[in-house]
């Protein structure tokens, strides 16, 4: 079996193993779910009920029905957006298995080419909310500390001890994230389970005390609340603090592929009830507690762990700060595979992936862990407690779900609903995602600014990127391209050069060949006049990323040579691009079929090595003072050549650590050039130039004489 074919045997396989796990439904594969998908939902119950009391004027205000119509809002927005929108509607647009923004886009842009603007702005206001998602968790869970005597001692006394053991806590996890979290992630499912059977158990208990409310599933209470009651002292403006409930809506949706829809299908009932039963428990001891003046007056005091009684509030301190932390682990791992998916769809400049383990899907990316460790330690020394947080918490993941809403709509189309019933569904969820998007917007000014502007310097990277890839591949700026086969047979002659030294066996381009053979203009600059490269054969490696998550297939174009060759490669937005490892496997194949020579050697360690060594050269663009473009063109184009320089090592990209790799720095010339003006002088007319030049150098060495010589200078 060759080389190529035994690679794409051992992908077929593990491609159907996959996809074999996330399509059957276990007990394993439950626990899976549970710790993987719901963190972030799953760690509401410690700030949401906190935040609607807050900001409504504290424990004091909190009537009877102002309590009832806050969990009817809650059931009903986790009920309507969760469980219709994400897990029965948008769980079935998937591709190939993966769901999340990018991965819609990927099945829907074809339809309309304006839909890459809600895709660019539902992704990074989803990067810049989980910026602050690790913060605010595992903030609300350590401030649970605050004052608890445990045998004599008290843990944590002032919130500048909160803010020090969060850092600490968040420091070493992003620290451990380059070693792969295989381990820790086994765990994360029984400690998850433990979480929800801790929330519904003791919710459920604090229910028993008044089980009149139930009476708020009833949406009745949630529209008098919203609209009639005065009770609701901030009015609409209390579905900002609601929707915190179900920010983990699309985290449920972008996780999808690692656990399969089946298992998300068969967990969220027993999530859903836990998290409601605590919202209950939760309800009826703010109820019965209203007029407690000790707590009235403790600006942070929290529900959740009030109503813990005894020893079980250090148990669920405990299992709050884990289930924080594993929260923030699966925001983290998220971030990494957006950023992933984003750098293959051509919305981000390229950055090195590291795979730390052999467990599916499981990337580390060394940039954006630094950059989300940074942000989070600065967002928690900027706001400092979790109710300033929460003031800034969900207002960038309103716009994403707005922004999925309007992608669904086009998946509906596309899978042939009826207009009248997709027109429904982006109406309906569309009316609802904006009032809690003008909801929110309060928090603009106490806070949601931070995230603001960390979405749009996030998204302004993307519009660059992919607006400066956009404007070269205009026909304006064709000029940039040029046809291989007009060189085609230079190349040819310069391999069979005996007078040329040898500059490696292969040389191998990794530069994008578009149909026609057109290829960048300094792709052949490099080869043929910056220094001529003789090599048996000259590669030209494209890279291609589908829409499918896990493609691995390739096409060759000798271009009826036998030593210039056009090399497609087809891989999924989700798979690594070892071309180091896929080319050889190639070459081989190739020269099996005869369709390039062998390149047998004389020295070498393996025996019957009938291949050459490869030299990679990856081009890098400086921008020609002959290019001659608009204004905001050129701007586009300089920003996007310096993100692509400071980004990444391109070797690391492409997986050719290992291999020898060369990078040139040539020029880009864009659009129309204007030939060089330059006028001859004669000797004469040179003579004449130089002699007033030098007498202009010698005025400018004359000393300039003081006030005080004025007269004389004049006279002068």
């Known amino acids: ?312 509030r250090l148990i669920g301190i405990v299992l709050a700060t884990l289930a924080a932390i594993i929260a923030s682990q699966a925001l983290i791992t998220g971030s990494y595979t957006l950023v992933s998916e984003a750098v293959r769809l051509k919305f981000f400049p390229r950055m090195k992936i590291i795979y730390p383990s052999e467990k599916h899907g499981q990337i580390y990316i060394p940039l954006v862990n630094s950059i989300l460790w940074v942000a989070c330690i600065i967002i928690i020394l900027f706001f400092r407690t979790s109710a300033h947080m929460e003031a800034a918490y969900g207002l960038a993941i309103t716009v994403t779900m707005l922004m999925t809403t309007l992608l669904l709509y086009q998946f509906l189309r596309q899978s042939n609903v009826k207009m009248i019933w997709a027109g429904a569904m982006v109406v309906f969820f569309g009316a609802v995602e904006t009032m809690f998007l003008i909801s929110s917007l309060v928090k603009f000014v106490h806070g949601g600014y931070v995230t603001a502007i960390i979405a749009g310097l996030i998204l302004l990277v993307m519009y660059i990127w992919y607006y400066g890839n956009r404007i070269r591949d205009t026909e304006e700026f064709q000029s940039a391209y040029i046809s291989l086969n007009d060189y085609k047979d230079q190349l040819v002659k310069l391999s069979n050069d005996d007078s040329m030294p040898i500059f490696s066996d292969n040389v191998v381009y990794m530069a994008k060949v578009k149909p026609g053979s057109m290829i960048k203009r300094e792709i052949l600059y490099s080869i043929l006049d910056k220094r001529p490269k003789r090599a048996k054969a000259y590669w030209f490696v494209t890279v291609n990323v589908t829409d499918d998550p896990y493609t691995a297939e390739y096409s060759v174009d000798t271009m009826g040579t036998r030593n210039v060759i056009n090399v497609q490669l087809y891989l999924g937005f989700r798979r690594e691009q070892r071309v180091n490892v896929y080319l050889r496997a190639i070459v081989h194949e190739m020269i099996a079929r005869g369709q390039i020579d062998p390149q047998p050697q004389k020295y070498t360690t393996i025996r019957g090595r009938d291949v050459g060594d490869f030299s990679f050269v990856i081009v890098q663009d400086v921008i020609s003072p002959q290019t001659q473009i608009g204004a905001f063109e050129r701007a586009i184009i300089s920003l996007r050549v310096g993100l692509q320089n400071i980004t990444s090592n391109p070797a690391s990209w492409f997986g050719l650590e290992f291999a020898d790799v060369i990078v040139e720095k040539v020029p880009l010339i864009l659009g129309k050039t204007k030939p060089l003006s330059l006028r001859y002088l004669n000797r004469e007319k040179a003579r004449v130039l130089h002699s007033r030049l030098h007498k202009e150098q010698e005025l400018k060495h004359i000393k300039v004489p003081d006030l005080e010589d004025k007269d004389e200078f004049e006279d002068q």
Do not use: C
């Not at 985290?251 to 068969?266: K, P, T």
């Open 1 to 312: 079996m060759s080389y190529h074919r035994f690679f794409a045997k051992l992908e077929e396989v593990k491609m159907r193993l996959n996809k074999k796990k996330r399509s059957t439904i276990s007990v394993a594969g439950l626990l899976i779910t549970i710790g993987i998908v719901y963190g972030d939902i799953g760690t509401s119950p410690l700030y949401v009920m906190k935040t609607i009391i807050g900001d409504n004027g504290g424990l004091t205000t909190a009537t009877r029905e102002m309590i009832m119509g806050s969990i009817s809002l809650i059931f009903w927005t986790v009920m309507l957006l969760t469980t219709v929108k994400y897990v029965l509607i948008a769980l079935q647009a998937l591709n190939h298995g993966e769901g999340g923004i990018f991965s819609l886009y990927a099945l829907v842009r074809r339809r309309a080419k304006w839909l890459i603007y809600p895709a660019l702005i539902g992704g990074a206001a989803l990067l810049a909310d989980g910026m602050l998602t690790p913060a605010v968790t595992v903030t609300t869970a350590i401030e649970g500390l605050k004052g608890i005597d445990f045998n004599g001692i008290t843990f944590v006394t002032t919130q500048q001890e909160v803010i020090i053991i969060t850092i600490v806590i968040l420091s070493v996890l992003f620290m451990i994230q380059r070693f792969g979290t295989g381990v820790i992630g086994r765990a994360f499912g029984p400690i998850m389970f433990i979480w929800f059977l801790f929330l519904g158990v003791t919710g459920f208990l604090h229910m028993l005390a008044d089980l009149s409310i139930l009476k708020s599933l009833n949406p009745y209470y949630a529209v008098k609340l919203l609209f009639f009651s005065p009770d609701n002292h901030v009015g609409v403006f209390i579905l900002g603090s609601v929707f915190l409930a179900t920010t983990g809506a699309e985290a449920l949706y972008s996780d999808v592929g690692h656990v399969g829809r089946v298992n998300i299908y068969g967990s969220w009932p027993f999530v859903f009830v836990s998290l409601m039963l605590n919202y209950l428990g939760q309800g009826v001891w703010v109820m019965n507690n209203a007029n407690n003046a000790a707590l009235g007056h403790d600006a942070t005091f929290n529900p959740f762990f009030e109503m813990l009684p005894g020893q079980w």
